[in-house]
């Protein structure tokens, strides 16, 4: 039961996502909006990816954390500590 209840807001983001695509794409296609019609693909896909990992309480990396671990050396360079 437990797993049923982790479930439901994941089943809950992906059937919104799927009324935003039948609102939206039919209105792109329509018009011949492609380059919009790929770049509203490609957000609402990683935009319903995270939230679907985040429903299921799956840990996602911060992206702060890249961007320190990438500077982090360029920092002790210029100001020469940690």
């Known amino acids: 039961m437990k797993g049923m209840m982790i479930m439901l807001p994941a089943l809950f983001i ?4 799927v009324i935003i695509c039948i609102i939206e794409v039919p209105r792109l296609r329509e018009n011949q909006r492609h380059k919009e019609l790929y770049v509203f693909s490609f957000l609402l896909f990683i935009g319903v990816g995270l939230s ?6 799956i ?14 050396p360029v920092s002790i360079l210029i100001y020469g500590k940690d």
């Not at 992906?14 to 996502?17: E, I, K, M």
């Not at 679907?52 to 309480?57: D, K």
Request: without cysteine; aromatic residues 12%; charged residues 10%.
């Open 52 to 57: 679907v990992l985040t429903a299921l309480q």
């Open 14 to 17: 992906l059937l919104f996502a």
């Open 59 to 72: 840990k996602i990396p911060n992206p702060l954390d890249i961007i320190a671990f990438i500077y982090r």
